[in-house]
Each structure stands twice: as structure tokens, then as C-alpha cells.
């Protein structure tokens, strides 16, 4: 009798907890890094990942893996995430490690790294790193109890308990728990995420002379505190227990001029004394050396698709000259990446432009080619510029479909009941391509309308239009 007491306890307890370790994956927080983690687990699997990146949004919005991959010949991934303190950024670190066996970890470090989990924001922010890793990490729970109240400590290890509010907006059934990433304002891969947006114009004025201002350096104020020096100390021991090369970096920041930059010669001071590559990126000769603008950016701290693209082939050459990497070029993972990306997001191409077409007076399109990855459009433009306001302008986009197809319009054109999906960009510099992207779910395309209105807002076609017909 009571054996089968004893069974029926331990049956019960069983079932309570399968029960509870499901509603914790049914109510766990919807965020981009359960993207990230899910495809890290993924390629993990599938081959060996020889390129970590970690830290912030300052990473994830600045280093494409796809581009490191074709440049250094390697297979990396991104597991940055926003607003991730440094001594978290350890804790992915060490969980990523359970899965794979890097050649080289790439930590982002920036003001930001290293700012106290204070706020309900910033402790939001700390759970995407702690959900990552296993409760039963002695790490996880030194970083809760070091940076959470008492209270909060449940909600820390069970999402249920955390999110049991929303017990009515969950999905019993979806329990990926991923965002939902459009084409049109984003482009999401390896856990990078390249926005296809443009800083504001307040802060592109703001910011006009970032390439030439002179960065403060005040050395009576200490950014690097005990907490922090641990973290780093810490690093370094993770990369002589696990055998691989550890790097800093410190991503472009139209706000680095406007702080103190102590801290950057903290970082390098400690790099120096350790044999680190440190990148700080945030330099005049960096600027000049990508040619790096202000509309590079999506705000004052975060580039855009455009900016990740050139500070993404630069880190890549970095990691070149000062670290011996496997040359993984020839093995089909390599390919099928390659090949998968320029399916997805970079596509075939299906039109060029035969002669040039004079756009407005004094400015004239010379090249236009379209190239199609699935619903997305890119558009590679080239000027010629006899005119000098040309910046005023942006440059439209707009698809058609034939007629009686409406229904494969875009659900966003067909929300703001349009009749066309569209795509915008900045004409800032004629003397350089401009690439727009656009988003378009019509397969059956009558034509494709490229004009120019003015960047203040839309009051009529500038010029004359340019009308584009049988693209595909």
C-alpha cells in the first residue's frame, strides 16, 4: 500500500511538474532573442560555429554575419541583444558554449555594457541572457540575486509566474515564442538585424559633423568598476579553459563624441595588458576609412541595413590580419549559407535599365538595376548631378499590379487603402549608389513608378517619372 502511494506521489509530483515546465514555454516573453537562440540552436547542430558576437544592440545592429562570413571565410554568429550589461553578455557566453566550440568571441563593449540593472527597463532587458540559460546555472543565480529583490526572483526563473497576466493573449500551441520580422523595415538573420530605416532629421542635423569632432578623454573619471574588471578577468579565463581568441569592440556611436571617452582608453588599457585586439571603431580615421554618414545610422546610436554593411566588412578584415581562422570557404555549410542568404535577401536579378533617363532637370538616373529575393525588391541606382540640391529629395517607389490582381498587394497597402505597395530612400549623395529595398508580395506586376518628392513631405511628383514596365 505504500509502495503504490509512493508511486502515485511520485506521479502526481511528475505531472505538476511537466505541467508547469510546459506553461513556462507557453508564457515565456516574446522578444527578438528568442529568434536569435533558436537559430543559434539550429546552425549549432548543424556545424560548428567558429565566430561568436556578443553584447548589445550595438552588436546585433552592426555586425551581419552573412557579410563576416564572405569576407573572413568563416561561419559566425550573432548573439547580441538589447541592452545587454557586460556580465550577462558572460552568461550567453557560457551557455553558447555548451553547443559549440568557437575559434574566436567577439565582445561589444560601450557606455551601455556597463550601466547598473536598476530599472524595470534594464531588468527586462537582463532576462533575454537569463532565460537563455539553464536554471541550474551557478552564474544565473548569482547575477539574480546580485541584481534582483526578492520578489522578483520567481519571475526570474518561471515565466509563468513572470507573465502569468497575459494568460489570456498567450498561444497554447505556438511555443517558439518569436518575433515576427517584416522585410520591409528589417532584414533579421543569424541574429543580426539590419533596419531598412534612416535617422531622423533633427538628428542627422544634430550630428552633421560627427566625422570631425573631437572626442573628450577626461581620465579622473573611472568607468571600469571591480564588478566589471571581474567580467572581463572572467572572459579571459573562458578563453584559455575553451581555447579560443577573445576580441573587444566598440561599435560606430554618433554619441561618442558628445561623452567622455575614458572609458575606451580603460578597455584599451586592459586589452593592451591581456594581448586583446581591441576595435574601437569610433575614430576619425575608422569614419573616413568606411566613409561612414550620418545616414548610415537609424538613430543617433544604431546604424542602419547601409552603415552594418560597411562596419561589417571592416570587423571582418580585422579578424583577418589579427587572427588565424579556419578557412571553411569550400565545405557546403559555407555554400548553402551563401547561397540560402542570396535567395532570401539578395536575390536574382531581373532588370536593368538600358539608357538613362533624366529624372528632373540636372539630374539624371544612369543606372538602375532590380534584383528579387522572394518579396523583396532591391533597387541599385547611380546619378549623374549637374544640380546642387539634389539632397532635398527623396526618391519613391511604387509597384503596381495588374489589373484584377489587387489581391496580392501587401496587407499594409491594403490597410492604408492603397493601390500600389511602396518603397522610399534618401537621396543624400548623388555622387553615390543609392540601394532601396521594397516589400512586395505581387507576383503579377503591370509596372513600377520612380519619382521624386520633396524629403519635407509629400507634395507632388518633382520632375517627370520614371515608368518601368515587363520587370518580371
Not at 217 to 224: E, G, P
Not at 359 to 388: P, Q
Not at 424 to 447: C, K, P, Q, W, Y
Request: hydrophobic share 40%; proline share 2%; charged share 25%.
Amino acid at each position: 500500500m505504500k509502495r503504490k502511494t509512493g508511486i502515485g506521489l511520485a506521479f502526481f509530483c511528475l505531472l505538476i511538474f511537466s505541467g508547469w515546465s510546459y506553461l513556462d514555454l507557453v508564457f515565456a516573453s516574446d522578444h527578438q532573442f528568442k529568434n536569435t537562440a533558436n537559430g543559434f540552436y539550429e546552425l549549432a547542430e548543424q556545424t560548428n560555429i567558429d565566430v561568436l558576437f556578443l553584447g548589445s544592440s550595438h552588436i546585433y545592429t552592426a555586425v551581419n554575419p552573412h557579410i563576416i562570413n564572405k569576407h573572413a571565410n568563416t561561419i559566425s554568429y550573432n548573439l547580441g541583444t538589447d541592452g545587454m550589461r557586460l556580465e550577462f553578455s558572460n552568461l550567453i557566453l557560457k551557455e553558447a558554449l555548451k553547443y559549440t566550440e568557437p575559434k574566436l568571441v567577439v565582445i561589444e563593449v560601450f557606455r551601455g555594457s556597463l550601466e547598473p540593472v536598476i530599472t524595470d527597463e534594464s531588468k527586462g532587458f537582463q532576462l533575454r541572457a537569463l532565460d537563455f540559460a539553464s536554471n541550474w546555472s551557478a552564474t544565473k543565480w548569482q547575477l539574480t540575486k546580485n541584481n534582483y529583490n526578492f520578489n522578483e526572483i520567481a519571475g526570474v526563473y518561471s515565466p509563468l509566474v513572470r507573465n502569468h497576466k497575459n494568460w489570456h493573449t498567450e498561444s497554447y500551441f505556438d511555443l517558439e515564442n518569436e518575433q515576427d520580422f517584416s522585410q520591409q523595415t528589417a532584414l533579421f538573420y543569424d541574429g543580426y538585424y539590419g533596419a531598412r530605416k534612416t535617422i531622423s532629421d533633427g538628428d542627422s542635423k544634430e550630428f552633421a559633423d560627427f566625422r570631425v569632432k573631437e572626442r573628450s578623454v577626461d581620465l579622473s573619471q573611472r568607468f571600469l568598476s571591480k564588478t566589471h574588471k571581474e567580467a572581463l578577468l572572467e572572459l579571459v579565463a573562458l578563453s584559455e579553459r575553451y581555447g579560443f581568441s577573445l576580441m573587444m569592440q566598440t561599435s560606430p556611436d554618433l554619441k561618442a563624441a558628445s561623452v567622455n571617452n575614458a572609458l575606451y582608453q580603460e578597455l584599451a588599457d586592459f586589452c593592451e595588458q591581456h594581448d586583446i585586439p581591441y576595435f574601437d571603431m569610433n575614430s576619425a580615421e575608422v569614419y573616413a576609412a568606411l566613409d561612414l554618414k550620418v545616414t548610415d545610422f537609424k538613430d543617433a546610436s544604431h546604424l542602419n541595413i547601409r552603415g552594418s554593411e560597411k562596419t561589417s566588412a571592416m570587423v571582418a578584415k580585422f579578424i583577418k590580419e589579427n587572427f588565424e581562422i579556419l578557412d571553411r570557404s569550400g565545405e557546403k555549410i559555407y555554400l548553402d549559407k551563401a547561397k540560402e542568404f542570396s535567395a532570401n535577401f539578395r536575390g536574382d536579378e531581373v532588370f536593368v535599365l538600358e539608357q538613362p533617363f533624366e529624372i528632373k532637370e540636372a539630374l539624371t538616373i544612369d543606372s538602375l538595376v532590380i534584383k528579387r529575393a522572394k518579396h523583396v525588391l532591391n533597387f541599385k541606382i547611380t546619378f549623374k548631378d549637374s544640380s546642387t540640391n539634389s539632397e532635398r529629395y527623396k526618391l519613391g517607389i511604387h509597384l503596381y499590379p495588374k489589373e484584377g490582381k489587387e489581391n496580392q498587394l501587401h496587407e499594409e497597402s491594403k490597410a492604408k487603402g492603397r493601390n500600389f505597395d511602396i518603397g522610399t530612400g534618401l537621396l543624400e549623395d548623388t555622387g553615390a549608389a543609392l540601394e532601396v529595398m521594397v516589400f512586395s508580395t505581387i507576383d503579377d506586376l503591370d509596372r513600377i513608378r520612380v519619382f521624386l518628392y520633396d524629403r519635407s513631405g509629400y507634395k507632388g511628383v518633382v520632375g517627370q517619372p520614371l515608368i518601368l514596365r515587363d520587370v518580371f
